[in-house]
């Protein structure tokens, strides 16, 4: 599906001459759908239809008709089965019963239209209002007068506050720079409505943990958690459930803290040279007056961890004590509900959660090295 | 069946010589699109298991005539929506498998 302020063929000849830019791998800016003609060479099997003509809402339309139609090779519909990198990806098996079963007829009975059902969707008032909806965010966009005009429309109660914020979430699907000029308009309106302020879905930032199924209940406790408060969402806006795992320090950010060392050095205090301390950890003997060069693997410790520390790596994680964790946990999911304007998490939901999966966490724990074996260790 | 059979050589045909038919002339190429578009249509709406919802949609829309012409002035003036502005298209291939 496509639109053009040109006529179609010489939009269909525009679009020849930016295929044969992509078939030379020049860095170009083109539709995923070019690049996916392009890898499977079959761009002169597709033909174009002109549906509308002569309409000044051309784009809106066409954005209505891809919300309705959902064509596959529109985006976001085409990144189900083919991405620019990966190219084509493989669609998920159905079970058999699924593909097989009533749900097949059900899927068929859907889908099944005739000339008559699709004229009638064209004509109906729904298709109209999606249309419409579409001009609104295409003038707000816009920088334009009509962009001050539309704005204004916004703050009457015509529109009203939840016009407004169906109108951010539909805006989300612009390009940029029309995109920002309407989400500024539109967040602009709902100050003035004096509306919860819409923010960026931010996916929660949480320490891990060698729980057994961590994420998973972690995500559990997300997903109900903005289930049960389905109703404060007036903004419309899908709040993030995904996790990202926060880094803990390492060995060598422990053990060689240049930056330490360095103040310590300003301060005038002499550096400590640790090879008198080590020489008695090395099998062979070493010169005395000479500053150690050997091999971690080659000391021989009395103390499990601090063998460890010699002969492992030195990007392995230390982690920090449980009630750090739990602290860092509870910090980490005010933060995503205040940045995803959800309301408080219950404390009793997350104690629970806790108690489960630190106990399942110390029993994975044994014999790491923590931080008090780096601070023995220097 | 024949027909189709002609009209898949056609399409096939006008597919291959598409790409030969840039540098000459624009007219040409808009031409060679334009009958392709006739083409790919009427095959889709005579094939017996043509895509239903396809169907549907190309006899459903407001250009449609260009699929129902009964002589060639018809079919030279259905045409001309090629060359109006302000257009919404849908671009599709007559091959169901796609």
Redo the contacts between chains.
């Keep these: ?9 010489d ?3 525009s679009r ?1 001459r930016k295929f044969v830019q992509v078939q030379k791998n020049k860095i170009v800016l083109a539709e995923v ?1 070019l690049r996916f003609w392009c890898r499977y060479d ?1 761009f ?13 809402n ?1 784009w809106a ?2 954005q209505a ?1 891809i919300q309705l ?1 959902q ?1 596959q ?1 529109n985006i976001p519909f085409i990144y189900q089965f083919f991405n620019c990198r990966k190219r084509l990806i493989p669609r998920t098996k159905f079970s058999s019963s699924r593909q097989f079963g009533t749900f097949s007829l059900w899927r068929k009975l859907r ?9 009638r969707a ?1 004509h109906s008032p729904l298709f109209g209002r999606r249309v419409q909806l579409w001009e609104i965010i295409q003038d707000l966009g816009s920088n334009s007068v009509r962009g001050f005009h539309m704005e204004k429309r916004l703050r009457s109660n015509e529109i009203g506050l939840h016009g407004c914020c169906f109108i951010r979430r539909l805006a989300n699907n612009l390009g940029e720079p029309q995109r920002s000029y309407a989400i500024n308009a539109i967040d602009r309106a709902l100050k003035f409505w004096k509306a919860k302020r819409v923010r960026k879905p931010a996916p929660l930032r949480a320490p891990w943990l060698l729980a057994e199924d961590w994420t998973r209940n972690l995500r559990q406790l997300l997903t109900a958690h903005v289930h049960m408060t389905k109703q404060y969402n007036t903004t419309l806006q899908s709040p993030s459930t995904g996790i990202v795992f926060t880094k803990y320090p390492s060995v060598m950010d422990s053990l060689c803290n240049h930056k330490d060392a360095a103040t310590r050095w300003a301060d005038g205090e002499t550096p400590l040279c640790a090879c008198s301390t080590l020489r008695q950890h090395s099998p062979q003997p070493q010169p005395a007056d000479q500053h150690l060069v050997i091999d971690g693997d080659t000391l021989r410790f009395a103390d499990l961890p601090f063998t460890s520390i010699a002969t492992g790596s030195l990007q392995n994680k230390i982690f920090p004590p449980s009630k750090e964790i739990y602290k860092s946990l509870r910090s980490a999911l005010t933060t995503w509900t205040t940045r995803n304007s959800l309301p408080s998490l219950r404390r009793a939901h997350l104690d629970d959660l806790w108690k489960r999966s630190i106990q399942s966490h110390l029993t994975s724990l044994q014999n790491h090295i923590t931080h008090k074996d780096i601070i023995r260790f220097k | 069946m024949r027909d189709l059979a002609v009209a898949h050589a056609c ?1 096939l045909s ?3 010589l ?2 030969f038919t ?1 540098s000459p002339s ?1 007219d040409v ?2 031409a060679f ?2 009958i ?2 006739a083409l ?2 009427q095959y889709v709406l005579l094939h017996p298991k043509a895509n ?2 396809f169907e ?9 005539r ?1 699929f129902s012409c009964t002589s060639w002035d018809d079919l030279k003036v259905a045409l001309q ?15 169901a498998n ?1």
Excluded: D
Excluded at chain 1, 1 to 9: A, E, H, K, P, Q
Excluded at chain 1, 111 to 119: D, H, L, M, Y
């Design positions: 599906m496509g639109s053009t302020s040109s006529f179609v063929l939009r269909e000849h020849y759908a079959n002169w099997l597709w033909s174009v239809l002109p549906i509308y003509t002569k309409k000044s051309f339309l066409e008709l139609w064509p090779l889908w099944k239209s005739t000339p008559a059902q699709v004229r064209l | 399409i006008l597919a291959l598409t790409p840039l624009v190429f808009y699109r334009m392709q578009t790919m249509g239903s919802k549907a949609l190309l006899k459903g829309t407001p250009l449609r260009i929506c090629f060359k109006h502005s302000n257009a919404v298209y849908v671009r599709f291939s007559h091959i796609f």
